[in-house]
């Protein structure tokens, strides 16, 4: 079993910045970390779960939801089997309960980091 762990959320206003982080690690087995594409969804009050961004297992490849490109960088350390989400520019349609995942669908996820962006 994959463990997935989320941190770094936070109450925010508008035009803020937040760096989510996402510990992942095996339970019972050594989680191959590095051979992964790594997602981060998020899930608005209300609203069903929306894809965000992937990074490819290397990093050297990167996909953003078109509403954060420009403002949102993901980016991942292999030997530390972390995952983060620079947010910048934050917008109050950002609120939302965001997930680290290894699907795009985020049917494999941790149990999320809140964020509020509010004045």
């Known amino acids: 079993e994959v463990q997935l762990v989320e941190s770094g959320g936070a109450l925010v206003q508008p035009g803020g910045s937040l760096r989510l982080s996402c510990a992942a690690s095996?339970?019972?087995?050594?989680?191959?970390?590095?051979?992964?594409?790594m997602h981060w969804v998020r899930q608005a009050p209300g609203k069903g779960l929306e894809w965000v961004s992937t990074?490819?297992?290397?990093?050297?490849?990167?996909d953003y939801v078109d509403s954060a490109k420009g403002r949102f960088t993901i980016t991942r350390d292999n030997a530390k089997k972390m995952l983060y989400l620079q947010m910048n520019s934050l917008k109050t349609e950002d609120t939302a309960m965001y997930y680290c995942?290894?699907?795009?669908?985020?049917?494999?996820r941790g149990r999320g980091t809140q964020v509020t962006v509010s004045s």
């Open positions: 995942a290894l699907d795009r669908g985020g049917s494999v």
């Open positions: 095996g339970v019972s087995f050594n989680f191959n970390f590095n051979i992964y594409f």
């Open positions: 990074i490819s297992p290397g990093g050297d490849a990167t």
